[in-house]
């Protein structure tokens, strides 16, 4: 059930460059951010209503757990797309997909450091480095993408701490409120200031219907029923494991890229393939007693 999970989260959010790059010839990247987080959030409001078994739970808000979603939605989504849109001004995009592959590495050091008698198998860490590996040989970087500045790189480097505290958070979410209760909440914080905020700024609704349809899938898929998913896994198989989606959605970006834009299919990608799915099988070899 557990590798399903998986693999869908890394279908969803893989597929979302295609259709983020339609999207943004008509949005600002400020605006698919807004509209993608509210109509994640409709989503699940909408599934709330409609399945009985959603619609029949109440989600009882106390102080702390207020809290809690505050801080989730701010290092899943305000802090980190912010410091990656700014990271990415001065570091190519190549270097910032590796950096952003360090998020499984920094979940596990969170872990260890954060929970008591967590530990990690020496096969988790080798097949998070032939993953990792697998990574860089997509990606395969030039000498070139590395002359951005450090202050982009650091930006970046948190943007991932940001994403990998936000899973450790996510564990946290009382397993009583169901996970489309606690996702949409933690939507609905950021994704009503931000679209007002876009409106100010942005009165007038793009109209290129391509684009529209884009952004209403990203926001379906990749903002609303993939959190679901996200934190059904992370409550199934813990925040290590899936962190590993990581490795999975770069690469399924690459094969969308070659199926619906036309781009070549190199042995980068063959080899990358052998590797993180290597990488993948590795990690969860059962530690040995």
Known sequence: MKYILLLFIGLIWGSQYVFNAIALHDFSAFGLTAWRMFIGFVTLSLL??????????????????IGLFIVIGAAEAA??????????????????????????MLTVLLEVGFKKGHKTS?????GMTLAFVGLIVLVNPSADDFAGSALGYVA????????????????????????????????????????LIWFLNSPVMPRGKESILSVLIIGIFSSGIVYILYLNL????????????????PLVGTFMGVWFLSEPF?????????????GLFIANIKKQQ
């Open 48 to 65: 709330i209503t409609l399945i009985p078994a959603q619609r029949s739970q109440s989600l009882v808000l106390t102080k702390k757990l």
């Open 79 to 104: 802090i980190p797309f912010w410091l990656i849109g700014f990271g990415q001004m001065s570091v190519s995009s190549s270097v910032a997909a590796i950096i952003m592959g360090m998020i499984p």
């Open 122 to 126: 020496v096969y988790e860490i080798i």
């Open 156 to 195: 970046i480097f948190m943007a991932a701490a940001c994403f990998a505290l936000a899973l450790i958070l996510m564990e946290k979410i009382p397993r009583e409120i169901s996970s489309v209760h606690a996702t949409c909440f933690i939507l609905a914080v950021y994704a009503l200031p931000m679209l």
């Open 234 to 249: 992370i409550r199934v198989s813990g925040p290590t494991f899936t962190s590993l989606s990581n490795y999975i959605v």
């Open 266 to 278: 190199t042995s980068n990608i063959a080899f990358a393939l052998l590797f993180i799915v290597l």
